[in-house]
């Protein structure tokens, strides 16, 4: 996979449209920031790879220009001390260091034009992963209220059908049954009692009967 695929694949400019086809796009999101901040690594390592060039580089450059400013130095020491010979050498050297540095100078720019874009895009990388990693939170916050939204309406529509109706119409018409027949009950056994009470009344009044005939008779002998 190329460096960066996923940032130019992947951006907040076509997720929506992604999101579109999916049915939990709270999944799909999640699984895109864990390719891109697996990329994001991918893409930090490469940098430092990078900016290690870029400044070794520079190093080399600044040493072989260094060097020839040193050599030009000396073959004027060289010239000055009547030592023609080692003065040619220091010219010799310090041309061959100038066409170092000059080779190096172009080598570490390209190297540091090349490092420069890749910063760039490292740091537009981390940010569409922030906007993202924003854009899952509040996507989790909309999915999380629109399953509690259809789950009201579920139950609402649920409560509004025929079918529900007429549950609650049989359940009303058995609840009237067993009242009535409650009822029914209730007045039978009001009535048993009440037999029962007549004949216990009866008996009662037979025996009060008895004892006053007793009690009469006995005061009758007692006169």
Do not use: C, H, W
């Not at 400019?13 to 999101?19: E, F, K, R, S, W």
């Not at 796009?25 to 690594?41: A, H, I, S, T």
């Not at 060039?53 to 600044?62: G, I, M, N, T, W």
């Not at 008996?203 to 005939?213: F, G, K, T």
């Amino acid at each position: 996979m190329g460096l960066f695929k996923r940032l130019r694949d992947i951006s907040l400019a076509n997720i929506n449209a992604l999101l579109d086809k999916v049915e939990d796009p709270v999944k799909l999101l999640d699984q895109y920031l864990r390719d891109m901040e697996e990329d994001l690594r991918e893409a930090e390592e490469a940098v430092a790879k990078a900016i290690a060039v870029e400044k070794k580089l520079k190093a080399q450059y600044e040493e072989a220009r260094s060097l020839a400013e040193k050599r030009a130095k000396q073959a004027e020491e060289a010239v000055l001390a009547g030592k023609d010979d080692l003065a040619r050498r220091a010219l010799a050297d310090k041309r061959e260091q100038e066409a170092k540095a000059r080779d190096l100078q172009q080598q570490y720019e390209a190297a540091k034009q090349n490092a420069d874009a890749l910063r760039e895009k490292l740091a537009e990388m981390k940010e569409e992963i922030d906007k993202m990693k924003n854009k899952r939170d509040t996507l989790v916050a909309r999915a999380e209220a629109a399953k509690a939204q259809k789950g009201i309406n579920q139950v609402l529509s649920g409560i509004g059908t025929d079918g529900a109706v007429r549950d609650f119409q049989r359940m009303e018409e058995k609840v009237l049954q067993l009242e009535a027949e409650a009822e029914a009950s209730g007045e039978i056994y009001r009535r048993e009692r009440s037999l029962d009470d007549e004949l216990r009344d009866l008996r009662r009044d037979a025996d009060v009967e008895e004892e006053l005939a007793a009690l009469k008779a006995r005061l009758n002998k007692t006169e």
